[in-house]
């Protein structure tokens, strides 16, 4: 900057001397002209002396009026200059690195005031805290609500150590590092930008769960005027946004809203769900509802799509409940409700059918369950085995770890010489078992990263699942056959089904039947939880087949270790609004997660407790199990950390941190959830 503005000043001093130098040159000419003629010198000096004599002349008189006209044009120039700022439309000023006001435009003073002049500008404007004035950054930005406008808000450093003039002394103590702060009003943008958002079209889908369970529990003569009533709550609640509803099917409906009413919803929480309960006209069964909604997914066919998949895992989580597709993120409301047995078997049937036609076209069968697996997993499993061995189908479960649970069953097809040493193999054998044409059958579990060998799903050429569950965002996608049913009460009780319809006058044998019934048995804690009447059905047939109680009780039976260890958890449980929270400890236990599943149901016996939640460390993972009645929704709160799983009985998995930093995030995510209403 100050070699620029040297130049210049030499540049201005040559142009200024001109007319001396050109009065020396014509001298020194004049005299080479003497030497060729001396009366044509005579005429030259004459010359040049007039021209000497008119440059005194100006130079004396002139150049007071000269200097003035130059300092009246800088004066001017700067005025303009000043002028144009202050009056510049832009919001403009200059701080120092304190954020101190040192210069205000017009613009800038209407906003905040001329009288400000000095004070620090987060004092003025409080938003702009947010920008931190240092030396290392150069621009910064960030918005501001400033009365009824909105201001996008940049400061810039203006780097001033290379001005002639020193900042130092024009202001005392201050920074060499001048920042500019401008502000651009975007009040309208944000305003459109607003309009376009909440306008923008989101699609759903409404599902009445169980529509002809409902009609069957009224008198014929009113059913007309049920499913009257709860059309008028759903067109009601939908038109009150403006949104548009069609009846698609009996039990269908398609809505289309704009994406302002759709949030609105969702800080209701979806109130409709609890609405269309109310409807009462002598109907024994409450009407529950699903819905699924697509929404900011692109394209209008896009949010329809993804209202698709929503109410497809509204559906497969049983029911009664929101599934929102938002972009990319998956959110759940409502589900506090049971899931509704199914009276018919017809899906069962269907199923059943489907395994048939699958099985009967593979070379060769992987089953698999989830990690540490348990009696259910394990049975279910061996009830496929059953199936492919019917059909004449080499068969092996995939199983890595033994818990104490599953030693004494595990060990009876190890003793058994009807079956094959082969029977149970780990994930790398499983892995090298796999073919052209194999088919992967996983069970008592629909998430990828929970199952045994993750790695087997995708590399088979057929994937089967089979779960009790209620389905995440995570699922297993693009299985040949799923069956999720959130209101069977374990796997067991749903391959127990399957195997009545998968052939005709099946016949099982009675260890096989043994593990199936020892499935329900813990699943339902003894049949008293979740157990419907096909639960009831499914145990009569396995007790057909051979099943024998008092073996199943043996094989169930649990060491001293691991019953003190129960005990002891129960001892030391804590009460947390109605919250039964404990430590189960895992030293000397070869099965310590199992142990903390029991101690949970145990603490439900407690007067008072809502629900009971066990913390169980071990292998470097603190391993949650959650139980419950019916008051409290437990899946709910375990899907809030990670995990699933069913309304009284679910689980998740918390690693790299302290069992005291688990209990305490446990705590803050009921009172959230407390707090949103969600349980």
């Known amino acids: 900057m100050a070699g620029k503005e040297k130049r210049l000043r030499n540049l201005l001093n040559l142009y200024l001397r001109y007319p001396i130098i050109a009065g020396i040159v014509f001298a020194v000419m004049n005299i080479m002209v003497y030497f060729i003629s001396v009366r044509a010198g005579i005429v030259v000096s004459i010359a040049v002396l007039a021209y000497f004599v008119w440059l005194l002349f100006m130079i004396f008189n002139k150049h007071v009026a000269i200097s003035k006209a130059l300092m009246d044009f800088a004066s001017g120039y700067a005025q303009m200059q000043k002028k144009l700022l202050d009056e510049f439309k832009v919001p403009y000023g200059l701080l120092d690195n304190?954020?101190?006001?040192?210069?205000?435009?017009?613009?800038?003073?209407?906003?905040?005031?001329?009288?400000?002049?000095?004070?620090?500008?987060?004092?003025?404007?409080?938003?702009?805290?947010?920008?931190?004035?240092e030396p290392g950054k150069n621009l910064q930005e960030c918005n501001v609500a400033i009365g009824n406008r909105i201001y996008k808000v940049f400061t810039e450093k203006i780097d001033m150590s290379d001005s002639p003039v020193d900042v130092n002394i024009l202001i005392a103590g201050a920074s060499s590092d001048l920042?500019?702060?401008?502000?651009?009003?975007?009040?309208?943008?944000?305003?459109?930008?607003?309009?376009?958002?909440d306008e923008r079209f989101v699609a759903a889908l409404i599902y009445i769960d169980n529509y002809d369970e409902a009609l069957e529990s009224i008198d014929e003569v009113r059913r007309s005027l049920l499913?009257?009533?709860?059309?008028?709550?759903?067109?009601?609640?939908?038109t009150a946004g403006e949104g548009i509803v069609r009846k698609l099917e009996k039990d269908k409906y398609f809505v289309v809203m704009r994406y302002k009413f759709f949030e609105k919803l969702k800080e209701e929480r979806f109130a409709i769900l609890e609405e269309v309960k109310s409807v009462n006209i002598g109907n024994d069964m409450a009407v529950t509802l699903s819905i699924g909604i697509g929404a900011m997914n692109g394209s209008f066919l896009k949010n329809y799509e993804m209202a698709r998949a929503a109410i497809d895992l509204a559906l497969g989580r049983g029911g009664d409940q929101t599934v929102v597709r938002d972009g990319n993120k998956v959110t759940y409301y409502g589900g506090k409700s049971n899931s509704l047995e199914k009276n018919t078997r017809v899906r069962a049937r269907v199923k059943a059918h489907a395994l048939r036609e699958l099985l009967e076209g593979t070379d060769n069968v992987i089953i698999m369950g989830h990690k540490i697996s348990d009696v259910d997993a394990v049975g279910a499993a061996v009830g496929?085995?059953?199936?492919?061995?019917?059909?004449?189908?080499?068969?092996?479960?995939?199983?890595?770890?033994?818990t104490t649970s599953l030693l004494p069953i595990i060990d009876l097809y190890k003793n058994s010489q009807e079956y094959s040493p082969d029977l149970f193999v780990k994930s790398e054998e499983a892995l090298?078992?796999?073919?052209?044409?194999?088919?992967?059958?996983?069970?008592?579990?629909?998430?990828?990263?929970?199952?045994?060998?993750?790695?087997?799903?995708?590399?088979?050429?057929?994937?089967?699942?089979?779960?009790?569950?209620?389905?995440?965002?995570?699922?297993?996608?693009?299985?040949?056959?799923?069956?999720?049913?959130?209101?069977?009460?374990?796997?067991?009780?749903?391959?127990?089904?399957?195997?009545?319809?998968?052939?005709?006058?099946?016949?099982?044998?009675?260890?096989?039947?043994?593990?199936?019934?020892?499935?329900?048995?813990?699943?339902?804690?003894?049949?008293?939880?979740?157990?419907?009447?096909?639960?009831?059905?499914?145990?009569?047939?396995?007790?057909?087949?051979?099943?024998?109680?008092?073996?199943?009780?043996?094989?169930?039976?649990?060491?001293?270790?691991?019953?003190?260890?129960?005990?002891?958890?129960?001892?030391?449980?804590?009460?947390?609004?109605?919250?039964?929270?404990?430590?189960?400890?895992?030293?000397g236990l070869q099965s310590p997660t199992i142990v903390g599943a029991q101690a949970a149901n145990e603490l439900l016996n407690i007067t008072g407790i809502k629900a009971s939640i066990v913390f169980t460390y071990y292998n470097d993972t603190i391993y949650l199990s959650a139980r419950s009645i019916d008051e409290v929704n437990v899946q709910l709160i375990m899907e809030r950390l990670g995990g699933g799983g069913h309304m009284t009985i679910a689980g998740a998995q918390l690693k790299d941190m302290s069992l005291e930093d688990a209990i305490t995030l446990v705590k803050k995510t009921i009172d959230t959830m407390e707090a949103e209403g969600a349980i």
């Open 98 to 133: 304190q954020g101190k006001i040192l210069w205000l435009n017009n613009s800038l003073g209407a906003i905040v005031g001329k009288d400000n002049y000095r004070k620090n500008i987060s004092t003025v404007i409080p938003e702009l805290s947010k920008i931190q004035i």
């Open 179 to 197: 920042y500019a702060i401008y502000f651009i009003d975007e009040t309208e943008i944000t305003a459109c930008r607003k309009e376009l958002h």
């Open 227 to 238: 499913i009257a009533l709860v059309d008028r709550k759903i067109n009601k609640y939908i």
């Open 384 to 402: 496929i085995y059953t199936a492919a061995r019917i059909f004449s189908k080499k068969a092996h479960i995939v199983l890595n770890d033994l």
């Open 432 to 587: 090298a078992k796999v073919g052209s044409n194999t088919l992967l059958v996983v069970v008592d579990v629909n998430r990828a990263n929970y199952t045994e060998c993750p790695e087997l799903i995708g590399k088979c050429r057929q994937t089967v699942v089979i779960d009790h569950h209620r389905q995440a965002d995570d699922q297993i996608e693009n299985a040949t056959l799923s069956y999720v049913e959130p209101y069977a009460s374990s796997a067991c009780e749903m391959v127990a089904e399957i195997l009545q319809y998968i052939c005709d006058n099946i016949r099982i044998k009675s260890i096989e039947a043994d593990t199936l019934y020892a499935g329900i048995v813990i699943d339902t804690n003894n049949f008293t939880n979740k157990a419907g009447a096909r639960t009831f059905e499914a145990a009569a047939f396995l007790r057909r087949n051979g099943a024998d109680i008092v073996r199943v009780r043996k094989l169930l039976r649990g060491d001293m270790n691991e019953y003190k260890a129960k005990a002891e958890t129960v001892r030391h449980a804590e009460v947390y609004k109605h919250y039964a929270l404990s430590v189960c400890p895992s030293s």
